[in-house]
Structures are given as structure tokens and as C-alpha cells.
């Protein structure tokens, strides 16, 4: 209950900035009284998700990307491709067997540059899971805003890095502005058109220098238009992207004492080779748990090397991991129930 009225209040313009200003605050957050209900927090979470298999499975059915966006490392990816149905639907049915009903059809790659994208999320649909995606939008045509709405697809998450042009491709370079905006208002008008409640659509925004001046206008453009908005904080991907977003920025306030990463016990993210990774800002691979081809989700997410790594994360010695030791993505642990 207490997470569903957190998201609510985040998803408006005042609920995010106040709520930045509270969590990035040090008097508060590493105050002793906040400290001890946070930390008795984190411990309740943590048993409790320790009890289960993953809430959801991030399938990324392709790691090829149409942009190089100034945030992302994706421009340093060695390896790629798209997941085979055979993969794929081993690991729906692990996923239906454990009933894993949260599937989010994204990992480090645009979902629409794999041409099986619609066939993938009908037989999730299939299997009466709840379906997601993110993407940039760039290859939204009709054609395809129509399959998608008929696949049965839940939500799409859209990023939308900018309220102008100019801003607009500054962040997401090789995209064009226009053709972007006018295949989301495409997709929201076929939407209504059709009838149809689903998928919906959420904009994120990831805030940096670049656009932080134009979010009011971004929010007056679109709260009307979208189901819901989403503005995140810059993060450094492990340590792979120095650029720091904004000075405000929630992960990048080296003052605040770090906590245990939710993802750990959240989510299992499984690439297209069906490679496990830690978590999703672990692109590169540097941690493989294993690989759904030879083995189960269960048999991963029960496993030593996860259990270790866990560990570590509840004595606060991130360092033991050398993906996590460079991380500065902050978990609000007040957001999971």
C-alpha cells in the first residue's frame, strides 16, 4: 500500500522534486532515527523476498540499439544479437511453471529491432503473464502500434529524453525528434481508437543538464497525453559512465550511506545468449550467475554465487563485488512491498 502511494506521488512534477530533496538530504536519511526504521525496513524486505522465487524476469530478446544515446555504454558492447524462440520459451515456461507472472521484454537493446518481438509477447500473453517492454519508440510505426496493441502487450515504457528538438538529439543521438514524438502520439491515438485500455504507456525521462531546464514544459506537454511519467535520476552503469547526469542527482550524492541493492533479490535479467547477469546495469556481463540454455531459473536463483554476493550486500561490504563496488545506484527500499 505505502509503495502505491509513493509511486503515485513520484509520478507528479512536485511529488518528485520533494522527494528528491527528502531521500538526497544526509540530516535525514543518515540521521539515527531514520537510519534504524530504514535499516528494521530493509531487513523485513529482505526476508520476505528471500522466501521466493524472482517477482519478475527482464528477458532481453536483443541487445542491438538504433541509438548512442550520451548516458548509455552501449556504444562499448563487443557482442550482440536476439534470442532464438527455443530460449525464449524454455525460459516463459520456467517463468509459468515458478508462476513468475512479471515479464518485461527488455534488457540492453531496442525490443523492436527483433523481428519475432509481437510473436514473443503473445505467447507470454499465453501463458497469462503480464507483459512489458522499453523502448525509444524510433521504429513505432502504425503497422506496428496496431500489432502491438493486439499482441496483448500490458505497458510500454517510452524514453523521451527531452521537451525540444535541439535537447532531444543532443542525448539520443542517430534519433530523430519528430519522427519519435509523432509515432508515440500515433500509438496513444490508435490506442483510443481501438478502444483499447492497454498497453500503457508511460514516458521516462532520464534528468541531466541537458534537459533539466525543460521538464516543466515536458510534464505540461504530455501528463494529458500518457498514462503515466516517470523522471529518473542519472546513475553511472558500475562505473562505466562518468558523465554525471546532474548535480542534484540522487545516486551521484556521495554523502549518503549506502544501503543493500533491492535488484539482487527483485529480478532476475537474463540477456539474449540466455546469460543471467547481476543485475541490469551489468550490460557487460562482468557477472554471470549462469545461463538459462543449461539450467533453471530456480537453480540460479538458489545458488551460491548469488547467495554470496547477497551476503555481502547486508554487511554493507559492496566491495567484495566488483560490479557493485563502483555502482552508485541508490535502492528507496520505502517503494517495495
Not at 509520478?11 to 540521521?31: A, C, E, H, M, W
Not at 557482442?79 to 520456467?94: A, F, V
Not at 503473445?122 to 502491438?148: P, Q, R, W
Amino acid at each position: 500500500m505505502l509503495s502505491k502511494t509513493l509511486r503515485k506521488i513520484r509520478g507528479s512534477k512536485t511529488g518528485y522534486n520533494f522527494g528528491r530533496k527528502i531521500l538526497s538530504n544526509p540530516f535525514i536519511v543518515d540521521s539515527k532515527i531514520y537510519d534504524k526504521y530504514y535499516n528494521k525496513k530493509i531487513r523485513k524486505t529482505i526476508n520476505s523476498l528471500e522466501k521466493k522465487f524472482p517477482l519478475g524476469v527482464d528477458i532481453g530478446t536483443t541487445n542491438l540499439c538504433n541509438a548512442a544515446c550520451i548516458m548509455c555504454p552501449h556504444s562499448k558492447l563487443k557482442k550482440m544479437g536476439t534470442m532464438d524462440m527455443k530460449l525464449y520459451k524454455k525460459i516463459i515456461d520456467n517463468c509459468a511453471r515458478l508462476n513468475i507472472k512479471l515479464i518485461t521484454l527488455s534488457f540492453f537493446g531496442e525490443p523492436f529491432l527483433d523481428k519475432n518481438i509481437i510473436e514473443k509477447i503473445k505467447y507470454a500473453k499465453e501463458k497469462k503473464m503480464y507483459v512489458g517492454l522499453y523502448s525509444n519508440a524510433s521504429l513505432l510505426n502504425k503497422d506496428l502500434s496496431k500489432k502491438i496493441i493486439e499482441s496483448g502487450l500490458d505497458g510500454i515504457t517510452i524514453s523521451f529524453d527531452g521537451y525540444s528538438k535541439e535537447t532531444y538529439e543532443k542525448i539520443r543521438k542517430n534519433l530523430k525528434f519528430e519522427i519519435t514524438k509523432r509515432n508515440v502520439l500515433e500509438l496513444i491515438n490508435i490506442k483510443n481508437k481501438m478502444k483499447r485500455l492497454n498497453p500503457k504507456i508511460t514516458l521516462v525521462l532520464v534528468e541531466l543538464e541537458e534537459n533539466k531546464k525543460e521538464i516543466g514544459n515536458f510534464y505540461k506537454e504530455w501528463k494529458e497525453k500518457v498514462d503515466s511519467i516517470n523522471i529518473i535520476n542519472m546513475r553511472n552503469w558500475a562505473n562505466d559512465i562518468q558523465k554525471e547526469g546532474t548535480k542534484e542527482s540522487f545516486h551521484f550524492n556521495k554523502k549518503i550511506k549506502r544501503k543493500p541493492c533491492a535488484l539482487i533479490w527483485l529480478k532476475m535479467i537474463v540477456d539474449w545468449n540466455g546469460d543471467v547477469v547481476l543485475c541490469c546495469d551489468d550490460w557487460n556481463h562482468s557477472i554471470i550467475l549462469g545461463n538459462l540454455k543449461k539450467q533453471t531459473i530456480e537453480e540460479i536463483w538458489e545458488g551460491d554465487k548469488l547467495k554470496k554476493i547477497r551476503e555481502s550486500h547486508k554487511k554493507g561490504e559492496f566491495y567484495n563485488v566488483p560490479l557493485c563496488a563502483g555502482c552508485n545506484k541508490k535502492t528507496i527500499w520505502w517503494m517495495i512491498d
